[in-house]
DNA sequence: GGAATGACTCTTT
DNA sequence: TAAAGAGCCATTC
């Protein structure tokens, strides 16, 4: 159980950003002890159900932009909830870096 | 055991 | 942070 500790980890670091911030991949990566596993945690987003209660919608990429082709659901979804949070964002990126989660 | 893949990041240009 | 290249972690075939 020591790979599904991982997974766990970074559920728990994603449940820990507070409403209305964002945090980036390595970020996460790093605060669930798994530095430079950042793509890791795109790997798990992306196999989250769609009625996760994971704030998947709380992590970008380390230039503050969503990593998603604009249109996809996901994308919309995703800027629909950041946009619900007073998290305002122009396009895909972010307008503020205050944004940013700072543990 | 190696090669390919992915919602990435970092260091230089 | 714009663009390009190399690097890192785990899953999958």
Do not use: C
């Not at 669930?32 to 704030?55: C, F, H, N, Y």
């Not at 970008?60 to 995703?78: L, R, T, Y």
Request: charged share 20%; proline share 6%.
């Amino acid at each position: 159980m020591d790979n599904n500790d991982r997974e766990i980890r970074l559920y728990t670091v994603i449940q820990g950003i507070p409403v209305g911030k964002v945090a980036t991949y390595g970020q996460i990566a790093s605060l669930a002890g798994l530095p430079g596993a950042a793509r890791l945690v795109g790997k798990i987003l992306s196999g989250l159900p769609a009625d996760t209660s994971l704030p998947w919608h709380r992590v970008i990429n380390a230039a503050g932009k969503i990593s998603m082709p604009e249109g996809s659901d996901s994308f919309n979804e995703q800027k629909k909830r950041l946009t619900a949070e007073n998290i305002i964002l122009t396009g895909s990126q972010i307008i503020l870096k205050q944004y940013l989660w700072k543990p």
